[in-house]
């Protein structure tokens, strides 16, 4: 099986997108087509494989040669930091991870003034690091969902996540004060497939980089 390329995907919209992707240069997988519980699809013919994991263990699966080649989002390798190559910007999945506080709380403040805040987030690591750099002592609370409600419930009176069209933090009172960083969809290769298996890789990267590039040309 080492001839095989495979790849770990995030279920739901991202690998959706990403199939789309790859279907532009040939990369394609019938049997994902259909409605199925498998966590794992080949292209015997083509040798390709296909994993479906949570997102957030895509860049574990790589790291550790599992997979040869994944996708995902700029702020899970920022938030873990593991050991692999990012060649690519996919350009979809756009959004924004931002600091957010309550409305009325914004009204009267100066992010400039903080000096110590308690920040609820499910990214502890980017959020020390980010308040760090700015000098400002930060209590985390690690959560794993509706961040949103932190401040609804005095958890926190600020918090970091991410945000797309920002109709759910409208919706709980919430305003964003700061963008921490803005975030796509990243392809990321795992260092020893990358010369193992150095002239698949690399043509999908080129074939990738033409796609992404054309797209990029056509929408500005």
């Not at 997979?67 to 050991?83: C, F, I, M, P």
Request: negative net charge.
């Amino acid at each position: 099986m080492s001839d095989w390329i495979t790849f770990a995907l995030p279920k739901g919209r991202i690998m959706e997108d990403s199939m789309e992707l790859f279907g532009q240069i040939g990369i394609t997988c019938p049997e994902m087509a259909k409605p199925s519980r498998k966590l794992v699809f080949e292209n015997r013919e083509e040798k390709f494989r296909f994993m479906a994991v949570r997102a957030t263990d895509v860049p574990t699966y790589v790291e550790y040669g599992c997979a040869d080649l994944g996708v995902v989002g700029r702020d899970t390798l920022l938030e873990q930091g593991k050991d692999l190559y990012e060649p690519l910007d996919l350009k979809f999945g756009y959004c924004r991870l931002v600091v957010a506080e309550p409305k009325e709380l914004c009204q009267g403040d100066d992010p400039a003034s903080w000096s110590n805040i308690r920040v609820a987030t499910k990214y502890p690591n980017i959020t020390e690091r980010y308040f760090a750099a700015k000098g400002i002592q930060v209590e985390l609370i690690k959560l794993y969902g509706s961040i949103e409600l932190a401040p609804l419930v005095g958890l926190s009176e600020r918090i970091v996540d991410l945000v797309s069209t920002g109709g759910t933090m409208k919706a709980n009172n919430l305003v964003e004060v700061e963008t921490i960083a803005e975030v796509t969809s990243r392809l990321i290769v795992n260092r020893a497939s990358l010369k193992t298996k150095h002239r698949r890789i690399s043509r999908i990267i080129h074939d990738l980089e033409q796609v992404v590039g054309d797209e990029v040309r056509i929408s500005t």
